[in-house]
């Protein structure tokens, strides 16, 4: 039987073909990665450009795929006010905590902390305007329904990586 076709994003840029790195599409998603935060996102500026030239792609399948979130890129380039933090966590500690250095040795951290020590991001976003109630409704829809099974290495749940439309 043959293989239904597939729709391609193809981004050309002077005749040839651009397709986004999972590791960076994961570090733009998230902050976390091994590879995008060591070797291609280093400074504000890195951040910034990436997030300029992939933004619109990400943000949207982030939207459909994770209701009540922003991509963490959205915080670290600026477009939305950083989380504060309500209380300083036990020095020991397993949270996500990213330094990014700007221009001239100054730089900012970067934070994900759980409820007790800062506010969660939906009602976050909630607060500043950035969610409407059919968002919300969604976001809660999608954390009653839990983490869809595996389906493959370019999947993040619902998501999936623009480096698995291509292979």
Known sequence: MPRATAKIRKRYVEGQTEVLCSELEESLLFGKGILGTALELRTVEDWQRLWHRWGKVILAKALKA???TRPFAMYVTGEIAE?????EPPLVNGFFKLWVPGRNGTGRWHHCYPEPFQQSEPHYLHDIG???DCEWKRHRDWQRRGNPPYRGPYHLGDYVLE???YE
Request: no cysteine.
């Open 66 to 68: 994770f209701p009540g």
């Open 83 to 87: 989380r504060p933090v309500l209380a």
């Open 130 to 132: 950035l969610i409407d």
């Open 163 to 165: 480096r698995g439309l």
